[in-house]
Nanobody
Framework: QVQLVESGGGLVQPGGSLRLSCAGS????????IHWFRQAPGKEREGIAC????????EYVDSVKGRFTISRDNAKNTVYLEMASLKPEDTAVYYC???????????????WGNGTQVTVSS
């Protein structure tokens, strides 16, 4: 059974850091481009970062560039999102999604996880 499971969310103060994990089962994440999306209340789901398949490049939207880092651990079949200098506007449910190429559009994903909540607040 193909599955993506996110973890690592929580409550953090502004300026703090978190590391999110996207663990895959039933398929090799290294064969896919893995995206991180987020969805804040009342807003559309937006793609924020992507790592290409098999050593492919990383891409970020401007709002997270320089603060967030996406990476893979192929041995653990897991993709990470390291988030630093967090801001209240980063508060959202964070999802990972897989597809063949980095496309940043939610309709392009083949598989989704169930999400993990990130709240940035003092």
């Amino acid at each position: 059974q193909v599955q993506l499971v996110e973890s690592g969310g929580g409550l953090v103060q502004p300026g703090g850091s978190l590391r999110l994990s996207c663990a895959g089962s039933g398929f090799d994440l290294n064969d896919y481009a893995i995206h991180w999306f987020r969805q804040a209340p009342g807003k559309e789901r937006e793609g924020i970062a992507c790592i290409g398949s098999r050593g492919g490049s990383t891409e970020y939207v401007d709002s997270v560039k320089g603060r967030f880092t996406i990476s893979r651990d192929n041995a653990k079949n897991t993709v990470y999102l390291e988030m630093a200098s967090l801001k209240p506007e980063d508060t959202a449910v964070y999802y990972c999604g897989s597809t063949i190429l980095c496309v940043f559009h939610p309709l392009g994903m083949d598989y989704w996880g169930n999400g993990t909540q990130v709240t940035v607040s003092s």
